[in-house]
């Protein structure tokens, strides 16, 4: 793909998430997050020059390895995978901007304990299973609130910012709306809570339909 039609095939992306966050109303903002794990560091820096600049891994070691091949960058760094205790340090090393996936207390307090011993914070979103899946990671709907403050009072070191979740795995629409409506009601009674991290290639305008203001989009920018 030359530049240009990478550009075009960009374009067309940003409108259909124009479409669908203006069915919601005007104000309703959508952030662009590039889950880059099916490319090298030179397909990142080509969609960084047109325009992306927030991007997300779910291999803490991946993550790593693009960073420093990207360093010249201003990009902004999110973990959007599953996160193993015995990865921890070396994702705070990164400084990454956002953790998308805290599905635990132990991870939480494993999180904050190490934060806490490096005099550092740490932005995260609490992820839920929305779709009440036994292959996905999170807390379940019903545990959420309670977690989510747990985690607030007891983990000063991770600051929370809102809710991740996975749309459930089906091509019914009902059932993936059904997931994502839950995760927004969640979102809503969540004090503080300014992000819902919901959508990716296949349902990412339905997501942000029921309250979705960042989407991870993968295949569908690099596969193609
Ligand atoms: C890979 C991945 C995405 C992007 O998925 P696509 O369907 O390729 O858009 C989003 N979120 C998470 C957590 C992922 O691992």
């Not at 030359?2 to 067309?12: A, I, M, N, R, S």
Request: aromatic share 6%; charged share 25%; net charge negative.
């Amino acid at each position: 793909m030359t530049t240009l039609e990478q550009k075009l095939h960009f374009d067309t992306i940003i409108e259909r998430i124009e479409r669908a966050r203006l069915r919601v109303n005007d104000h309703h903002i959508v952030k662009i997050v590039a889950a880059s794990k099916y490319v090298d560091a030179e397909a990142i820096r080509a969609l960084y020059t047109i325009g992306q600049r927030a991007f997300g891994e779910n291999k803490v070691q991946d993550m790593k390895v693009k960073i420093d091949l990207l360093e010249d960058l201003p990009l902004e760094w999110h973990f959007i995978g599953n996160l193993q205790k015995n990865k921890i340090n070396t994702l705070l090393s990164l400084n990454p901007h956002l953790l998308h996936s805290v599905d635990s207390l132990d991870l939480a307090h494993a999180l904050n304990e190490r934060l806490v011993r490096e005099g550092k914070t740490l932005r995260a979103l609490v992820q839920v299973n929305s779709a009440y899946e036994e292959s996905k990671s999170g807390f379940s709907p019903e545990e959420f609130g309670e977690c989510y403050s747990q985690i607030v009072e007891q983990c000063p070191a991770l600051h929370l910012q809102g809710i991740m979740s996975i749309g459930a795995h089906t091509d019914e629409i009902k059932t993936i709306q059904k997931s994502f409506e839950i995760t927004r009601s969640l979102f809503e009674q969540t004090k503080g809570a300014t992000i819902c991290s919901m959508g990716m290639s296949n349902d990412f305008e339905l997501a942000i339909e029921c309250g979705s203001n960042l989407v991870r989009l993968g295949s569908l920018l690099f596969k193609h």
